[in-house]
């Protein structure tokens, strides 16, 4: 059973930790119950804030921005309003510059609606102008809303930029609980993506030695155990179960926080997500939902650590394979289009692909491999399980469903690694040059899937 959630515990404190860190949050004041919006303007007032840049977009301004829009005039806060003239917003140059242009230069506070895309470009801009923001939400679809990072597209890469926590975040279950149901089950999917993304942690802490809580990992399994809990009442519409979602999508943002960075929520499942993200962008197709994309890419992800476990592998074999930088390079200019300058420039200042450094990695999994298995086996749910799951909450299980090509699935497992200086399962299988028959193996079995 999960443990009821209470936020509010870790505003306004600095916490000890037993993984020699202090953690602390600048977030300053949460409400994610019914009416929050009306308390929306006696927060803004109690901070002395003399004027209001709201950001919305068609779709959030309906849910929740004239309902916000119409309490701050009564309460007399003076505000001025930018509805970005969007039903599909992409987080990329053009609507980040429109939100800088229309903002007054007497705001100084900006009132972000929506959720996951809003809530990105409001975090940076803000950050930029060295202004607070606040968040009110109009849909639990992501985990990102306290944490720091801010997942833009520039230049074509899915980047995330360092920026800050909102100082505020306001929800009523009654609005969240109308959004559409597939943002609704896409945020259970983004919660349901930390079992590979925490695995994956796991494994970078025992490999590299990478930093590791185990305070901030047990409160993102308190998330998940919440949303595999009450997700599947969130069918019904019923706004507990909704608040229940939300709060827990706030956990896993404020563990985010504490580290300092998406870690705890963000694994190999997102890279391979941002890389179909890129393809669909570069080939004009509709966008599809962050949550929805990582909830598929759970399912992949823990296809492939199983069948890693079940590998009896020759690892001289693999420290002998050599690296063909140019042919590497053929392939990225090929997936990656435009988006490939970055991609390069990134493998030039991490050097995932240096062969001594994966010969030394190598010769850790030797001698750790039933170590690794054991932590597979007893991290991972098993795959018909999770598909079940996704399946109860209305989200799709199989990347067909969302116009994710075979090859795209392949080329996503290759070439996805390259999208974040992150070691994952991905970087794992590069090392084992398992690469390209995981992706072929995988793309296999989402396709048999499919023809069911």
């Not at 806060?77 to 992409?90: D, G, N, T």
């Not at 966008?287 to 994309?293: A, E």
């Not at 823990?302 to 590998?311: F, G, H, V, W």
Request: hydrophobic fraction near 40%; charge should be negative; aromatic fraction near 8%.
């Amino acid at each position: 059973m999960s443990k009821n959630i209470n936020l509010q515990q870790y505003l306004g404190r600095e916490i000890p930790c037993s993984c020699g860190r202090n953690h602390s949050t600048t977030l300053d004041a949460l409400d994610i119950d019914r009416g929050a919006a009306d308390r929306l303007p006696e927060y803004i007032r109690k901070k002395g804030w003399k004027k209001v840049y709201m950001v919305a977009d068609i779709n959030t301004w309906e849910a929740a921005g004239k309902d916000a829009a119409d309490k701050l005039e009564k309460a007399g806060i003076a505000f001025e309003k930018y509805i970005l003239p969007y039903r599909e917003l992409v987080p990329d140059e053009k609507p980040v510059g429109e939100v800088f242009i229309h903002c007054p230069k007497d705001a100084d506070i900006i009132l972000a609606v929506g959720s996951g895309t809003i809530n990105d470009m409001c975090k940076f801009i803000s950050a930029q102008m060295k202004l607070d923001y606040i968040i009110l939400a109009s849909a639990p679809s992501m985990d990102g809303f306290v944490s720091v990072g801010a997942a833009l597209i520039v230049d074509h890469v899915k980047t995330t930029y360092d920026a800050h926590c909102p100082i505020a975040v306001f929800g009523d279950p009654d609005v969240l609980v109308q959004a559409p149901m597939d943002m609704i089950s896409a945020g259970l999917a983004d919660i349901l993506g930390k079992y590979t993304c925490l695995l994956d942690w796991k494994m970078a802490h025992l490999i590299n030695d990478e930093y590791y809580c185990e305070e901030v990992v047990a409160m993102v399994e308190n998330a998940l155990e919440i949303v595999t809990e009450q997700g599947p009442t969130i069918k019904d519409r019923n706004p507990e179960a909704a608040k229940a979602v939300m709060e827990a999508l706030v956990l896993t943002g404020m563990g985010m926080f504490f580290i300092g960075n998406s870690r705890p929520a963000s694994g190999c499942e997102h890279h391979m997500s941002h890389y179909w993200e890129m393809k669909f962008q570069m080939e004009g197709k509709k966008p599809v939902l962050h949550g929805t994309k990582v909830g598929i890419n759970m399912i992949a992800a823990t296809y492939m650590y199983r069948m890693l476990a079940k590998e009896d592998i020759d690892f001289d074999a693999a420290m002998a394979r050599p690296f063909d930088y140019e042919a590497w390079k053929a392939r990225v200019e090929r997936c990656y289009e435009d988006a490939a300058p970055g991609i390069i420039a990134l493998e030039e200042k991490c050097k995932k692909n240096d062969i001594s450094a994966r010969n030394q990695r190598l010769a850790f999994y030797k001698d750790h491999w039933s170590q690794m298995q054991a932590m597979i086996e007893d991290n991972l749910p098993q795959v018909k399980d999770m598909e079940n799951l996704l399946q109860m909450l209305g989200g799709p299980i199989n990347p067909a469903q969302i116009g994710v090509s075979s090859e795209m699935v392949e080329d996503g497992v290759v070439l996805a690694k390259e999208v974040r200086d992150r070691f994952t399962l991905l970087q794992i299988l590069w090392d084992l040059g398992l690469s390209e028959d995981y992706g072929h193996r995988l793309a296999v079995y989402f396709s048999e899937e499919q023809g069911k």
